[in-house]
């Protein structure tokens, strides 16, 4: 039986930096984040791997990727049920809408950027800046600012994240906790769109 984690607000009143996988942080300087609470996500952590925490989904990247967990410095965590390995922190899954407010629980469905939103207002992030959340594929067709997953990016799930996230807005604002969206040209449209610079 796995032994959950149960997250503390260990970030209160912190600005927490959030680094999904979309095409625009390829054109970011995210060594500004140095230094700052920051969480990425999946693949993420091969542009930032001196991120505070890694967090994944789902067990098919997890497979693929095992050797860059294990080595990864900072914490890791998921919600997939697998047993992924030592020094994996693990929380259930809930599936949307909103947030969950059991700190022992996420809500994600179709992005991991839900999740790692749910992360960062449990360790008591009172902004949470948002890099990758692009919600769609780039003018030039890029899908990912890093290689692709290996299963595709299936079209309609776009609207679906987008979805996923919009359910997140009025449980954040109720918290207090600011979400600005640092990922230029993005289609997600209930977060203010503003430059890294700006943010920091």
């Given at each position: 039986?796995?032994?959950?984690?149960t997250?503390?607000?260990?970030?209160k009143?912190?600005?927490?930096?959030?680094?999904?996988g979309?095409p625009s942080?390829?054109?970011?300087?995210?060594?500004?984040?140095?230094g700052?609470?920051?969480i990425?996500?999946?693949?993420?952590?091969?542009?930032?791997?001196?991120?505070?925490?890694l967090?994944?989904?789902?067990?098919?990247?997890w497979?693929e990727?095992?050797?860059?967990?294990?080595?990864?410095?900072g914490?890791?965590?998921?919600?997939?049920?697998e047993m992924?390995?030592?020094n994996?922190l693990t929380?259930?899954?809930?599936?949307?809408p909103?947030?969950a407010?059991?700190?022992?629980?996420?809500?994600?469905?179709k992005?991991?950027?839900?999740?790692?939103i749910?992360?960062a207002?449990?360790?008591?992030?009172?902004?949470?800046?948002?890099l990758?959340a692009?919600g769609?594929?780039?003018?030039?067709?890029?899908?990912?600012?890093?290689?692709?997953?290996n299963w595709?990016?299936?079209?309609?799930?776009?609207?679906?994240?987008?979805?996923?996230l919009?359910?997140?807005?009025?449980?954040l604002?109720?918290?207090?906790?600011e979400?600005?969206?640092?990922?230029p040209g993005?289609?997600?449209?209930?977060?203010?769109?503003?430059?890294?610079?700006?943010?920091?």
């Amino acid at each position: 039986m796995l032994d959950y984690w149960t997250v503390s607000p260990e970030w209160k009143g912190e600005t927490v930096y959030i680094c999904g996988g979309g095409p625009s942080v390829a054109d970011q300087n995210v060594e500004l984040l140095r230094g700052r609470k920051v969480i990425v996500i999946n693949s993420s952590c091969y542009l930032l791997p001196w991120a505070d925490i890694l967090f994944f989904a789902d067990g098919r990247w997890w497979r693929e990727h095992v050797k860059t967990v294990e080595a990864f410095a900072g914490r890791v965590v998921t919600t997939t049920d697998e047993m992924c390995g030592k020094n994996i922190l693990t929380l259930r899954k809930r599936k949307p809408p909103g947030l969950a407010s059991d700190r022992s629980e996420l809500t994600v469905l179709k992005t991991g950027m839900t999740a790692s939103i749910n992360l960062a207002a449990h360790l008591g992030a009172k902004r949470i800046v948002l890099l990758g959340a692009d919600g769609g594929p780039s003018k030039d067709g890029r899908t990912h600012h890093h290689v692709p997953h290996n299963w595709g990016q299936i079209a309609s799930n776009w609207k679906a994240q987008r979805e996923e996230l919009s359910t997140l807005v009025d449980p954040l604002r109720a918290l207090g906790v600011e979400v600005l969206n640092a990922s230029p040209g993005s289609s997600i449209p209930f977060w203010p769109i503003v430059s890294l610079e700006s943010c920091l």
